[in-house]
């Protein structure tokens, strides 16, 4: 088979990547795409380490022997724990990671604070910390642990009274100081969006790292002339690792919405 025609794989801890693989499908529609979401293990922000750096790598080896030409890990977690350690395992395959969309939220230039809104372990991490170095003088940059957000997602919870009691209690505490704008640092958050936008005005930008990420994977296949050249619709396959209908039923949901 030529290897333009193979899908792309894209990698998730559970339902939260199909908002980058949204933004990719928009930019390649004539790509075929495999998305492999690990709800079964859902949430990995509150795992080791090394358990998302070994879950990441048997769900990105599942993604190879599905055939894949490029693969997206479209989770900021799985992201921080493994990027570099698979690039080192797989130098010849186009992997592309996903993290907190800093650049562009200081690139805005306003006046005000910025929110990063992620996992736990995504802001621990030796990335993030690093990203906050590059960009520490230039903003007023203050991370917002967020546990317990993946699952309302994962449950298909994006605008009840619930979710938006736990985004209240979460940014109350910002009240009082002027946000420049949001940065959804977790691949599951831009679902939730619209809520936070209810709750703290639609004058806040509110970013998330999808399309560049979807920017990325494109320019990486394009230096490999590994973009497909037909003229035709995509076709999607979305596998899960949690065997409920439900989880399934959630996925196309939100791939359509
Ligand atoms: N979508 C994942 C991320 O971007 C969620 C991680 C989790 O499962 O805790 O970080």
């Known amino acids: ?15 939260g990547g199909l908002s980058v693989m949204k933004e990719a499908l928009k930019l390649m529609p004539n790509e075929d795409y495999i998305y492999f979401g690990d709800s079964k293990n859902a949430p ?22 599905k055939g894949v030409k490029g693969i997206v890990i479209a989770c900021n977690t799985a992201t921080s724990a493994a990027v570099e350690a698979l690039r080192m395992e797989y130098p010849n395959i186009p992997i592309v990671g996903i993290e907190p969309a800093l650049k562009p939220a200081v690139e805005l230039n306003k006046e005000g ?6 996992t736990s372990m995504t802001l621990k991490e030796k990335k993030f910390n690093n990203l906050m170095e590059r960009y520490k003088d230039k903003a007023n940059i203050i991370p917002v642990p967020c546990p317990g957000l993946v699952e309302f997602i994962e449950e298909g919870n994006f605008e009840g009274q ?14 009082d100081i002027e946000i420049a704008s949001v940065v959804l640092g977790c691949t599951h958050y831009p679902f939730v969006k619209k809520t ?3 709750i703290l005005g639609d004058k806040i930008d ?32 979305i596998i899960n690792s949690s065997n409920k209908k439900e989880v399934l039923d959630l996925s196309y949901k939100l791939l359509n919405m």
Request: glycine fraction near 6%.
């Open 113 to 118: 604070s910025i929110l990063i809104m992620a």
């Open 206 to 237: 509110i970013i998330d790292g999808g399309y560049g990420t979807a920017k990325e994977i494109q320019r990486r296949l394009r230096i490999q002339n590994l973009l497909n050249d037909e003229d035709k619709e995509a076709n999607i396959e």
């Open 44 to 65: 990995y922000g509150i795992r080791t380490v090394d358990e998302v750096r070994k879950l990441t790598f048997d769900a990105v080896d599942f993604l190879l022997r």
């Open 162 to 175: 619930e979710v938006e009691d736990y985004l209240h209690n979460k940014l109350n505490e910002y009240n």
């Open 1 to 15: 088979m030529d290897d333009r025609r193979r899908p792309i794989g894209f990698f998730d801890s559970g339902v």
């Open 196 to 198: 936070i936008s209810k």
